[in-house]
DNA sequence: CAGAGCTCCTGAATGC
DNA sequence: TGCATTCAGGAGCTCT
């Protein structure tokens, strides 16, 4: 679920819900084998401290205290929603964070491969220091982007998959903004212009843009901090549209292309054959 | 070293 | 209806 649009909504909603000078009372674990879990002894140390910002880097959503970081990756089933003042737990309820303001954040992930880590130094830790550019940072740009995966010898899809030629794009927006771009998600990296890397940049960052603008993609179960769903599922061009004709308008006609799945890089990609080159 | 494939886990959808 | 199988948004690990 959570690609770059989708944890950046929940980072909006945390920022706006957490305001003003907040202290971290207490964080209850209620599993405890998590996949990169903060160490029971920490956590208890983290109780008191200041809640200083909230921010996202790629997938990670990233909560500064006074006391280091608390790294929380979404996973495939990742969320985080705004808990009742006597909050009832669900299922797969795991994490729960009070704060001084009397609020507290649940962390719900059924499938549990999302991560709730602590790290001292953020920018030096396993996480992001292998991690590419963010797409929406004006100061990464398509020539960039083509000397990274220039040499590359895996489809066009796998690069944008691979957070080390950029962060965020997930299996959906990757789909999408090739089909955007017009470029067929089979075309080796290697023999991607740098004319087509502008146009696939731009797509990128178009459709990560309209998806923020409406609250993400929910398919199943992406739900944004207030537990309300996104709407960009009802944009999708070709994302779970298979055998669908193409909605591509090219002079003033229809492509009348079919959609496609194929398994690229050991996932589902949706493309029109026709009109993607 | 790069790249392919497997793996963690639950639940929804599909097939018999 | 009930049970088995397949598949799902991520990314780290192990092979080759």
Not at 2 to 31: A, F, M, N, T, W
Not at 38 to 43: D, G, R
Not at 48 to 73: D, N, P, Q, W
Not at 254 to 275: D, M
Request: proline share 3%.
């Amino acid at each position: 679920m959570p690609e770059l649009p989708e944890v950046e909504i929940i980072k909006r909603g945390l920022q706006s819900e957490l305001v003003g000078d907040l202290k971290i009372l207490q964080i209850k674990c209620y599993r405890s084998n998590l996949r990169n879990l903060i160490p029971l002894k920490k956590m208890n140390e983290l109780a008191g401290s200041s809640l200083l910002s909230i921010e996202r880097r790629a997938k990670y959503l990233i909560f500064k205290t006074s006391g280091g970081y608390i790294v929380s990756h979404l996973g495939m089933s990742g969320t985080w929603r705004l808990g009742e003042e006597k909050a009832t737990l669900k299922k797969h309820d795991h994490v729960q964070i009070y704060f001084s303001n009397t609020k507290n954040l649940i962390l719900n992930d059924p499938r549990r491969f999302g991560y709730f880590d602590y790290v001292e130094d953020l920018e030096n830790s396993t996480y992001f220091k292998k991690l590419g550019p963010e797409p929406l940072d004006p100061s990464f740009n398509a020539k960039k982007m083509f000397s990274s995966i220039r040499n590359r010898h895996v489809s066009i899809k796998a690069a944008l998959l691979d957070q080390k030629t950029l962060v965020g794009v997930g299996n959906i927006y990757a789909s999408e903004s090739l089909y955007l771009a017009g470029i067929n998600p089979l075309r080796a990296s290697n023999k991607i212009s740098l004319l087509e890397c502008e146009s696939i940049l731009e797509a990128v960052r178009n459709v990560l843009s309209l998806s923020i603008e409406k609250g993400g993609s929910s398919i199943s179960d992406f739900k944004n901090l207030l537990y309300h769903q996104g709407n960009f599922q009802n944009h999708f061009q070709v994302y779970d549209r298979e055998n669908q004709s193409c909605l591509r308008q090219i002079n003033n006609k229809s492509c009348s292309g079919r959609i496609r799945s194929k398994i690229i890089s050991g996932r589902t990609t949706y493309y029109c054959p026709k009109c993607q080159k």
